[in-house]
């Protein structure tokens, strides 16, 4: 499993962003795609995720300003970012599973294939 994400870039705060991962070897309906973001000299935390069966998790911090989804046909999975803030400046990583139950989709270590990263820049 390939996964391949892009979109990100230097925006405003207050400004949108979509963020992209193109997925190649496995089919997105099929597994469980995750996002997650890591600070300058932070952790890699949790950001959003979707099962296969479309439940989906955000972290608190983007409730209501990020929205994750997917395109069964072009075998993408997007995590749309509205109302950008500073402390939203981080890399951020895709990830897939298989077999990821919900209790865990906010745990890196649940997920088997990872991305290789997009900057996303937040400017105040």
């Known amino acids: 499993v390939q996964l391949q994400a892009s979109g990100g870039g230097l925006v405003q705060a207050g400004d949108s962003l979509r963020l992209s991962c193109a997925v190649s070897?496995?089919?997105?309906?099929?597994?469980?795609m995750g996002w997650f973001r890591q600070a300058p000299g932070k952790e890699r935390v949790f950001v959003a995720a979707?099962?296969?069966?479309?439940?989906?998790s955000y972290t608190d911090s983007v409730k209501g300003r990020f929205a994750i989804s997917r395109d069964n046909a072009k075998n993408t999975v997007y995590l749309q970012m509205n109302s950008l803030k500073p402390e939203d400046t981080a890399v951020y990583y895709c990830?897939?599973?298989?077999?990821?139950?919900?209790?865990?989709?906010?745990?890196?270590?649940?997920?088997?294939?990872w991305g290789q990263g997009t900057q996303v820049t937040v400017s105040s």
């Open positions: 979707i099962k296969w069966s479309s439940e989906t």
């Open positions: 070897g496995a089919t997105v309906n099929r597994i469980s």
């Open positions: 990830a897939a599973g298989n077999g990821i139950i919900m209790s865990t989709m906010n745990r890196a270590g649940a997920y088997g294939y």
